[in-house]
């Protein structure tokens, strides 16, 4: 990598001076760590000046600058939350993305499903319900919230049963993960409680004019 010459290369005291200072003082390192390090130094990514000659004062200097380097990246990364949480988007951008939703997945949803006999299960409508219940339009007792559950876990089944009738190589006792269990009971809820909360929709919408 260093393009060594043969007079330059390490003799049997040298190379057992530079394995003891990499056990010593850079073990937590791996060896593809440390050549990470020289690939940086060669492209010119980590700022050191290279020598023909790969010896302990070299490698100490690489891995010197590319800790310091390593240390700043993981700064940058953690700082990213706090970065985007500075670039928040403002109130009216907020309002605009919520018009977006009402109009395009709200509203649509409460006409579209007045024709269905039972929930259709989609992230979009589970989107939905999460929106209405954040404001209190969608209310659950403790008992809805654990009838709505049950009705989950059946539906989960009876969705199986018909992906294993197409064709799917499923079994029918295939765990459900707690991510769906509730995106399908927020379905359900929302469907069960169509009317009620499309009335409690259009009243919310009427105070926030």
Same mark, same amino acid.
């Given at each position: 990598? *260093?393009?060594?010459?043969?007079?330059? !290369?390490?003799?049997? $005291? =040298? +190379?057992?001076?530079?394995?003891?200072? /990499? #056990?010593?003082?850079?073990?937590?390192?791996?060896?593809?760590?440390?050549?990470?390090?020289?690939?940086?130094?060669?492209?010119?990514?980590?700022?050191?000046?290279?020598?023909?000659?790969?010896?302990?004062?070299?490698?100490?200097?690489?891995?010197?600058?590319?800790?310091?380097?390593?240390?700043?990246?993981?700064?940058?990364?953690?700082?990213?939350?706090?970065?985007?949480? *500075?670039?928040?988007?403002?109130?009216? !951008?907020?309002?605009? $993305? =919520? +018009?977006?939703?009402?109009?395009?997945? /709200? #509203?649509?949803?409460?006409?579209?499903?007045?024709?269905?006999?039972?929930?259709?299960?989609?992230?979009?409508?589970?989107?939905?319900?999460?929106?209405?219940?954040?404001?209190?339009?969608?209310?659950?007792?403790?008992?809805?919230?654990?009838?709505?559950?049950?009705?989950?876990?059946?539906?989960?089944?009876?969705?199986?049963?018909?992906?294993?009738?197409?064709?799917?190589?499923?079994?029918?006792?295939?765990?459900?993960?707690?991510?769906?269990?509730?995106?399908?009971?927020?379905?359900?809820?929302?469907?069960?409680?169509?009317?009620?909360?499309?009335?409690?929709?259009?009243?919310?919408?009427?105070?926030?004019?």
């Amino acid at each position: 990598m *260093l393009n060594v010459k043969k007079e330059n !290369q390490l003799n049997e $005291i =040298e +190379e057992s001076v530079l394995n003891g200072v /990499i #056990l010593d003082n850079f073990k937590n390192y791996t060896v593809n760590e440390i050549k990470h390090a020289f690939r940086l130094a060669v492209s010119g990514n980590i700022k050191i000046e290279l020598f023909n000659k790969l010896d302990a004062i070299v490698l100490g200097k690489v891995l010197k600058v590319y800790k310091e380097h390593k240390n700043e990246q993981i700064k940058f990364h953690n700082n990213k939350p706090r970065r985007m949480e *500075l670039e928040k988007p403002t109130q009216e !951008q907020i309002r605009g $993305i =919520e +018009e977006h939703f009402i109009k395009n997945c /709200i #509203l649509p949803y409460f006409e579209e499903s007045k024709a269905l006999e039972t929930a259709n299960i989609s992230q979009t409508n589970n989107s939905i319900f999460k929106f209405l219940y954040k404001r209190k339009i969608i209310k659950l007792t403790k008992t809805e919230i654990t009838k709505y559950k049950k009705q989950a876990l059946t539906r989960w089944i009876e969705d199986l049963k018909k992906r294993r009738f197409k064709g799917e190589r499923i079994s029918i006792d295939e765990a459900m993960s707690q991510k769906t269990a509730k995106m399908y009971a927020h379905c359900i809820a929302l469907f069960d409680k169509l009317e009620k909360t499309e009335k409690a929709f259009n009243e919310f919408q009427l105070n926030e004019l």
